[in-house]
Structures are given as structure tokens and as C-alpha cells.
């Protein structure tokens, strides 16, 4: 009976489009960090989408919002939708404000054609997904499944003005007062554009995601001595910014080892002092990102990056701290929501392809808690966090449908 519902693809693209004026670069991207003053307003407008849905809106103590849709049944624990709509620093238009507005065009599509479902549907916006503000990544929906302690997550200082992230939603009016972790779902779907180019390459319009890589995230301080650049002769000198160039370069070596699946990337976050032209430097303070969809590699890795720091600190006389902020497993998603992803593109004749995440998502920590899957849409050249990401309205409309026929599957029809 409801086989031939299809979502309105004008709409969701006019939506993202919408909500991409907020924080707008003059490159055509997003600039929208998480609780600045950007996200307050983006939070606003899409509970006032919400709200024109007849939904009702829930809150949690990490800023999370869940927008319901109520179900014939309403013993029965929502199927979930959604993503986020914090943005990296001058990021793109598309990286999870996709999923989050997917989930709310499913449930104006339902409306429009009069379907009830009998579990409830929920849109959800997670807090701090990219963690370019207050790191780590996923940070609420690593507490919601229990990855972190509330308490440490809201202790999380922002990197613009060290503000904690309790006073930061206290500030922009989100922070709620229902339990992170008094919230049950039948399962959960999240669309996101698959920032990497096999869709986009191979001209295949959906992702089925029936894994994702796991990764580790790494603060790293060096500290050796600022001296005078011309006095100071080069043998016996403490630099720590020769001490980070070869960890660079350990770590891309590290990654290269493990090929073609590991990833290693130093981040764009250093700091260098004492700042200046004529002083060796002192200290630097920076990230490292690695990544593997093996649990065994990744640790592997991870023991050669301690131990090339420990070597390159006692070589050149140098302190080190190196500090293991995040870990998210690799993570295989449930069997069953990956076939109802499966089959709503095969009876929509949608072309599709199993494909793994390469990117960390909050449905890798949601599908702690219940049975998960993902839905990818191609973007253009796989280019993401960056101003020139980009995505076709045809490809989203796709996954969209993808999405609302998956859901149906799972909730059932009244």
C-alpha cells in the first residue's frame, strides 16, 4: 500500500539550501560550530520545522534534540532518523545536516500522504559530531552509548574560548533536562553524503553501510628549549618542532604499512611557541588521527606510533605527552537494517553497493545501544570538510527514498 510514496527531493534540497545560509562562506560553505551562536540559530529553525510537523521536541542534558512522530503503538520503543548540524570550520553544506533533514523530510512525507506507523519515528540532531570545537568527535552520542561519562563530556572546553560545553549550552538555551541515557530506540538509520569517491566515481546512488572504520584520536605535546636561532649551535639543540616532523612523517610512514585500508593523518591543529622568527621552537602541541576496520591493525598501530614518539623524544632531548583522547571500535552494522536499506533499493530499482565507512559517524556509537545502519550518498571528487563539497539534489533524493522505505520496513504501516 505504500509502495509508491516517494519523498518530495525539491524539498529536502530546499531545506539544506535553507539551512545553509547559516554560518555561510563566501566560498559556498558552512561555517557552524558546535553551541556558537550559528548552531543556536540552526537549532531554532529546525525545531520550528519540527513544530510545523506536528512534532513533539525533547531535549537532553547533552543538547541533543528528539523531534517524535507518534506511533499506532506507543509502547513501542521510535525508529530513529538523523545526524548533525554542526559543521567542521568553513566545512560544506552537506555533512550531516543531510541525515538530520532525510529524517525530517521522511516524516512530511508521511504526513503529506496520511501514513501512520506503528513504532514511533524520531529526527535526532546529536551534539558535537565533528569535534572541531570541543573535541572528541561524537561526544554526545559517545556518552548516549555510554563511551563517556556525562560529566567529563560537559567538562569539554571550547578551543575558540575555553567555555565549557555545559556553560556553552546553557548559553545558546539547549541544554535539556531529560537523562542522556533514558532514551531507547527499535533502531536507528543515518543518512550522510559518503565523503569519499567510490559512489562518486563508479556513478552509484546509494551506499549501503554495513561497516565503519575505527579510530583512534591523539593529543601530543613535545617540549624541548627556546634558544636564540643564531646562538645557539645545532648540535645539542632541544627542538620540538624537528621532534613533530619526524612524527609526521612516522605517522604517514605507519599508515602507508598498513595499506591500502589504514589511514594516518597529523591534523591542521598545531601550536607552536614561544611564536617566534628567531626562537628554535620549544614546544608544539598537536593531533594525530588513525585509522583501520581492524580492531588488531589498529592497535598494532597504535603501539608504533608510542613507541616512534618515545624514540623521537629521547633523540633530541625532548618531553613528551602523548594522550589517547578517543577511541571508537570498528563497527559492523546490524544485519537486518542493512537488508531493509537493501531491499527498499532493489524494490525502488535504486542502484546501490555495500561499501564501509571510512568516516567516523554517531551511528557508530549509536549502534551500541541498538541495531544501526547507514545510508551514503555520493559527493562530488569524495571531497568533504571543506567549502567545495558538493552533492546532486537527485543522488539525496535517492537515499532519501532509500530511507523512508527502510524505515517503513522496520516501523511497520498501521
Same mark, same amino acid.
Given at each position: ?139 554526545? $552520542? ?183 583522547? $578517543? ?88
Amino acid at each position: 500500500m505504500t509502495n509508491h510514496i516517494r519523498i518530495n527531493g525539491e524539498r529536502l534540497w530546499a531545506g539544506i539550501m535553507e539551512m545553509a545560509k547559516i554560518g555561510a562562506t563566501a566560498n559556498g560553505g558552512s561555517h557552524r560550530l558546535t553551541l556558537s551562536d550559528e548552531d543556536k540559530v540552526a537549532r531554532d529553525l529546525f525545531a520550528s520545522w519540527c513544530a510545523e510537523a506536528g512534532l513533539s521536541l525533547t531535549i537532553d542534558e547533552m543538547g541533543d534534540m528528539f523531534a517524535r512522530r507518534a506511533g499506532g503503538d506507543s509502547d513501542r520503543a521510535p525508529v530513529g532518523m538523523g545526524s548533525h548540524l554542526d559543521t567542521q570550520p568553513f566545512g560544506g553544506r552537506f555533512d550531516g545536516v543531510f541525515g538530520v533533514l532525510a529524517g525530517l523530510e521522511v516524516i512530511r512525507t508521511l504526513n503529506d500522504h496520511g501514513v501512520q506507523t506503528i513504532a514511533p519515528l524520531e529526527v535526532v540532531n546529536w551534539t558535537n559530531e565533528e569535534g572541531a570545537r570541543f573535541a572528541p568527535a561524537m561526544l554526545a $552520542s559517545g556518552v548516549y552509548a555510554g563511551v563517556f561519562e556525562l560529566g567529563w563530556a560537559q567538562s569539554r572546553r571550547a578551543v575558540d574560548t575555553g567555555a565549557a560545553l555545559l556553560s556553552e549550552l546553557k548559553r545558546i538555551g539547549y541544554h535539556g533536562d531529560q537523562p542522556v541515557h533514558d532514551h531507547d530506540f527499535a533502531a536507528f538509520f543515518e543518512c550522510h553524503i559518503e565523503q569519499g569517491p567510490i559512489l562518486d566515481s563508479a556513478g552509484i546512488a546509494v551506499g549501503v553501510v554495513n561497516a565503519a572504520q575505527g579510530f583512534r584520536w591523539y593529543d601530543i605535546t613535545l617540549e624541548g628549549f627556546a634558544s636564540h636561532t643564531g646562538s645557539t649551535p645545532m648540535k645539542g639543540r632541544r627542538n620540538a618542532l624537528l621532534g613533530m616532523a619526524s612524527v609526521v612523517q612516522a605517522v604517514d610512514d605507519i599508515a602507508h604499512e598498513q595499506a591500502p585500508l589504514a589511514r594516518g593523518t597529523v591534523g591542521s591543529q598545531i601550536e607552536v611557541g614561544p611564536g617566534s622568527r628567531n626562537v628554535i621552537p620549544g614546544l608544539v602541541k598537536f593531533t594525530v588521527d588513525m585509522r583501520h576496520p581492524s580492531a588488531d591493525t589498529l592497535a598494532a598501530m597504535d603501539s608504533s606510533l608510542r613507541a616512534v614518539c618515545e624514540e623521537v623524544a629521547a633523540d633530541i632531548g625532548l618531553e613528551l605527552s602523548l594522550e589517547q583522547i $578517543s577511541y571508537t571500535a570498528p563497527v559492523a552494522f546490524d544485519e537486518d537494517c542493512v537488508t531493509a536499506v537493501k531491499r527498499a533499493c532493489e524494490e525502488l530499482d535504486i542502484s546501490h553497493t555495500l561499501i564501509t565507512s571510512g568516516a567516523g559517524h554517531d551511528a557508530c556509537y549509536i549502534a551500541d545501544r541498538c541495531p544501526t545502519a547507514m545510508l551514503f550518498a555520493p559527493c562530488k571528487d569524495g571531497i568533504s570538510h571543506h567549502e567545495s563539497e558538493s552533492a546532486e539534489p537527485e543522488d539525496l533524493e535517492a537515499v532519501g527514498n532509500a530511507l523512508l522505505h527502510a524505515v517503513l520496513e522496520v516501523a511497520g504501516v498501521a
